[in-house]
C-alpha cells in the first residue's frame, strides 16, 4: 500500500492566491520530500524535510512537517499559471530495513492555477 | 549527460511481445530507481539498485517483469509476454545515494499495449 496520500486530490484557484497541499504517511520517516511533476514530464524534486525539522522554506515554497500526526504541507504563496502541474509528497520508511533507499509516493494533488 | 535519459519516449507494442526500457542515469549517481505511473495514479515501486548491493526487487509485479543495471550505469526494464494492463507511463530516477538524497527523474517511456 503507498506510504503517501496527498489532500486534495485537485485544487484550482487563481493567480496571485496561495495553495495548500497536505500528506499523510503511515510509519516512521527519516524524511519527506515534495516532487512536482509537468504533464508528460518526470518528477521534478521541490524540497526535503528531515524529521528533525519542522518547518522549511525555498522561495514561494513553504513546507511543514508533524511527525506526531504523521503529516506535512506544502504551501505555494502568491501563485502562478506557471506553478499548475501535480504535486506529490513521498516518504522513506525509516522502520522497513530491507526496504530503506526506497521512497514511497502518494497519487498527488492536481493544482490548476487560472490567470 | 545533463540529466536522466530514458528511451524509447513511446512505445506502443502489441499484446504478448517483449519489450525493453533503457534508463541512462546521472553519471556518478550510485541508486537507481524505476517506477510505474498509470493514468492519474501515483508512483508504483519495482525496483532499486544501489551500487553492488542485490536489487530490491520487491515492487516487480510479476515474473514477466525484470531488470539489470550493467557496469553500476545503464539500466534495462524488460517485460515480456506484455500484457494490456502493462500499459503505463515507466520513470526511473537516479540519485547520489540512498536515503537523504533527492532523486532526478527521466521523462518516462510511456508504454501501449494493444
Known amino acids: 500500500s503507498q506510504q503517501g496520500e496527498e489532500d486534495p486530490q485537485a485544487l484550482s484557484i487563481q493567480e496571485g492566491e496561495n495553495a495548500t497541499m497536505n500528506c499523510s504517511y503511515k510509519?516512521?520517516?527519516?524524511?519527506l520530500q515534495w516532487y512536482r511533476q509537468n504533464s508528460g514530464r518526470g518528477l521534478v524534486h521541490l524540497i526535503l524535510?528531515?524529521?528533525?525539522?519542522r518547518e522549511k522554506h525555498s522561495g514561494r515554497l513553504r513546507v511543514t512537517l508533524d511527525t506526531s500526526k504523521k503529516s506535512s504541507s506544502l504551501l505555494i504563496t502568491a501563485s502562478r499559471a506557471a506553478d499548475t502541474a501535480s504535486y506529490f509528497c513521498?516518504?522513506?520508511?525509516?522502520?522497513?530495513?530491507?526496504?530503506?533507499?526506497?521512497?514511497?509516493f502518494g497519487r498527488g494533488t492536481q493544482l490548476t492555477v487560472w490567470p | 549527460g545533463a540529466g536522466v535519459s530514458q528511451s524509447p519516449s513511446n512505445k506502443v507494442t502489441e499484446k504478448g511481445k517483449d519489450v525493453e526500457l533503457r534508463c541512462d542515469p546521472i553519471?556518478?549517481?550510485?541508486?537507481l530507481y524505476w517506477y510505474r505511473q498509470s493514468l492519474g495514479q501515483g508512483l508504483e515501486f519495482l525496483i532499486y539498485?544501489?551500487?553492488?548491493?542485490?536489487?530490491?526487487k520487491s515492487g516487480l509485479p510479476s515474473d514477466r517483469f525484470s531488470a539489470e543495471r550493467t557496469g553500476g550505469s545503464v539500466s534495462t526494464l524488460t517485460i515480456q509476454r506484455t500484457q494490456q494492463e502493462d500499459s503505463a507511463v515507466y520513470l526511473c530516477?537516479?540519485?547520489?545515494?540512498?536515503?537523504?538524497?533527492?532523486?532526478?527523474f527521466g521523462n518516462g517511456t510511456r508504454l501501449t499495449v494493444t
Open positions: 530516477a537516479s540519485s547520489l545515494i540512498q536515503g537523504n538524497s533527492p532523486l532526478h
Open positions: 510509519t516512521s520517516i527519516n524524511n
Open positions: 524535510i528531515r524529521s528533525n525539522e
Open positions: 513521498a516518504t522513506d520508511a525509516s522502520d522497513r530495513g530491507s526496504t530503506l533507499g526506497r521512497l514511497y
Open positions: 553519471s556518478g549517481h550510485t541508486a
Open positions: 539498485f544501489q551500487g553492488n548491493s542485490a536489487p530490491d
